[in-house]
């Protein structure tokens, strides 16, 4: 008798690739964070939450205070090309909330970073990667 397939109820939870990808972007989170922490930066934040997006990481170091986009994929290249002008704008406009809820942090020499990361590869840090004169 043939087992019969029935179709997946899209309310039923995550589809498999989003799981994976999720689960992805956290390891690459977890391993930029150790790069950092390698480096001498101290985690403020991780995956800190706005209504205006999410900040993957707020560190600092000595008088500095950054904020990083952590971009993960297969490639490095891959990585780089996926930051967006929205990624952007998403990471400018919550880190003005950031600062508005620690004022002391507003003294910081400010920074905005990029990570990338790829599997097999060390993390590349970006440092003053996000334009902020636009």
Avoid: C
């Avoid at 019969?4 to 989003?18: D, F, H, K, L, V």
């Avoid at 972007?25 to 939450?49: D, H, P, Q, V």
């Avoid at 205006?52 to 971009?71: P, S, Y």
């Amino acid at each position: 008798m043939a087992q019969r397939i029935e179709p997946s109820n899209p309310r039923s939870g995550p589809r498999q690739e989003r799981v994976a990808a999720f689960k992805f972007g956290l390891s690459a989170e977890s391993r930029a964070a150790m790069f950092l922490i390698a480096k001498g930066y101290r985690i403020a934040a991780r995956r800190w939450k706005t209504p205006f997006g999410e900040i993957d990481i707020v560190a600092r170091r000595r008088h500095a205070l950054v904020f990083v986009e952590v971009k993960a994929r297969e490639r490095i290249d891959d990585a780089a090309e996926a930051v967006t002008e929205r990624a952007r704008r998403r990471i400018l406009a919550a880190a003005e909330l950031w600062l508005a809820h620690h004022p002391d942090d507003a003294r910081r020499h400010i920074s905005f970073d990029v990570m990338l990361v790829a599997p097999g590869k060390m993390p590349r840090h970006i440092a003053n990667a996000v334009d902020t004169s636009r």
